[in-house]
């Protein structure tokens, strides 16, 4: 019988997380318990302890230890390293969105897909900018797929964070930024570095991985760790801590304290309201609209599937310029 083969796509996405059958592995599986996983970055909805064996760059490596525990089976590459799983060569490349973060190529029979995982375009001393990677077939995250969300350089507002700490100072009071410990908090405190010599107090989340960078040689403002034992005085200081920590009894010795929030979010002034921040700081470690059109002009791919964010939304759009796109679904 003459049937032509049925069209498998090389990727697809199962309700562990990606799947590349030729290869036998998953990216960032966030379920269940799988033999390979590819790793894009560390942030915790990407790397869960559900692999047998773990395949990332070596800049995410002691991220990983630290996340996952230091008995995991971790394959470490650096960026433009080819290795081969199954039938597969895969190479991880800068996704310019935390230390290590890789966005993924794999070649299957002269085909090439590559799945960003999160990125961004914009500058940040904190890593390795993004790589463009030509392509047949991109996997992008749509995180903040809307075109409202473009960022202004991160130089400008790391002026605006040291202009609100500087007012605060003024006025005797403490001033609590909150940003993800992972990444947005490393980079605040590398264009800090920049334009300032203070030094930053730190919250027990966020200190470790600040740690990291400084192994991994990203210049940052000197920071102290809070020591919660010695009774103090903290007017004038810019404490930095995880969002989990706003509205929490750690908050409590910080009487009088000005809040401020750094994230895509606050593009939104809703969000900063709703929230509860005396200030909101719009800086993403995502692509905005125009990063994300960018790439996918610049990657040269025939094909665009998305997921995350409002990924309908920059489908339709790319649809409309003729572009072949959809949104990734589960299979
Ligand atoms: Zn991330
Ligand atoms: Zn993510």
Same mark, same amino acid.
């Given at each position: 019988?003459?049937?032509?083969?049925?069209?498998?796509?090389? %990727?697809?996405?199962?309700?562990?997380?990606?799947?590349?059958?030729?290869?036998?592995?998953?990216?960032?599986?966030?379920?269940?318990?799988?033999?390979?996983?590819? %790793?894009?970055?560390?942030?915790?909805?990407?790397?869960?302890?559900?692999?047998?064996?773990?395949? *990332?760059?070596?800049?995410?490596?002691?991220?990983?230890?630290?996340?996952?525990?230091?008995?995991?089976?971790? +394959?470490?590459?650096?960026?433009?390293?080819?290795?081969?799983?199954?039938?597969?060569?895969?190479?991880? !490349? /800068?996704?310019?969105?935390?230390?290590?973060?890789?966005?993924?190529?794999?070649?299957?029979?002269?085909?090439?897909?590559?799945?960003?995982?999160?990125?961004?375009?914009?500058?940040?001393?904190?890593?390795? /900018?993004?790589?463009?990677?030509? +392509?047949?077939?991109?996997?992008?995250?749509?995180?903040?797929?809307?075109?409202?969300?473009?960022?202004?350089?991160?130089?400008?507002?790391?002026?605006? %964070?040291?202009?609100?700490?500087?007012?605060?100072?003024?006025?005797?009071?403490?001033?609590?930024?909150?940003?993800?410990?992972?990444?947005?908090?490393?980079?605040?405190?590398?264009?800090?570095?920049?334009?300032?010599?203070?030094?930053?107090?730190?919250?027990? *989340?966020?200190? /470790?991985?600040?740690?990291?960078?400084?192994?991994?040689?990203?210049?940052?403002?000197?920071?102290?760790?809070?020591?919660?034992?010695?009774?103090?005085?903290?007017?004038?200081?810019?404490?930095?801590?995880?969002?989990?920590?706003?509205?929490?009894?750690?908050?409590?010795?910080?009487?009088?304290?000005?809040?401020?929030? +750094?994230?895509?979010?606050?593009?939104?002034?809703?969000?900063?309201?709703?929230?509860?921040?005396?200030?909101?700081?719009?800086?993403?470690? !995502? *692509?905005?609209?125009?990063?994300?059109?960018?790439?996918?002009?610049?990657?040269? *791919?025939?094909?665009?599937?998305?997921?995350?964010?409002?990924?309908?939304?920059?489908?339709?759009?790319?649809?409309?310029?003729?572009?072949?796109?959809?949104?990734?679904?589960?299979?």
């Amino acid at each position: 019988m003459n049937r032509s083969r049925q069209y498998v796509p090389l %990727i697809r996405m199962t309700d562990v997380g990606l799947y590349c059958e030729a290869g036998g592995f998953f990216i960032d599986p966030h379920r269940g318990s799988v033999n390979q996983a590819v %790793i894009t970055h560390a942030h915790s909805d990407h790397a869960r302890n559900v692999a047998n064996t773990f395949h *990332a760059t070596t800049s995410s490596a002691p991220i990983l230890y630290k996340r996952l525990g230091g008995n995991i089976d971790l +394959c470490g590459y650096d960026y433009g390293e080819t290795f081969i799983l199954g039938d597969t060569r895969v190479s991880l !490349h /800068p996704a310019g969105h935390v230390l290590g973060s890789a966005q993924v190529r794999i070649e299957h029979e002269g085909e090439v897909w590559v799945v960003t995982g999160d990125f961004k375009r914009d500058d940040d001393p904190s890593c390795v /900018p993004f790589e463009v990677v030509a +392509c047949d077939t991109l996997i992008s995250e749509a995180t903040f797929a809307l075109p409202i969300y473009r960022w202004a350089p991160a130089a400008e507002i790391a002026k605006d %964070i040291l202009n609100w700490w500087e007012t605060n100072i003024f006025y005797q009071q403490t001033s609590v930024l909150f940003c993800y410990a992972l990444g947005k908090a490393q980079r605040v405190l590398a264009e800090l570095y920049k334009i300032t010599n203070r030094t930053v107090l730190l919250h027990g *989340a966020v200190s /470790p991985l600040v740690e990291i960078y400084r192994d991994a040689g990203i210049k940052m403002l000197a920071t102290e760790n809070l020591d919660l034992k010695i009774k103090r005085d903290y007017s004038g200081e810019l404490v930095i801590a995880p969002p989990g920590a706003a509205g929490s009894a750690w908050m409590r010795r910080f009487k009088g304290a000005q809040t401020g929030f +750094c994230s895509g979010w606050m593009r939104v002034r809703g969000n900063r309201r709703r929230r509860g921040y005396d200030r909101g700081f719009v800086l993403s470690d !995502h *692509a905005d609209w125009p990063s994300l059109l960018q790439t996918i002009s610049e990657c040269g *791919a025939k094909n665009v599937l998305l997921h995350h964010g409002f990924s309908d939304i920059l489908v339709r759009y790319l649809n409309e310029q003729g572009i072949n796109a959809e949104s990734l679904i589960s299979t």
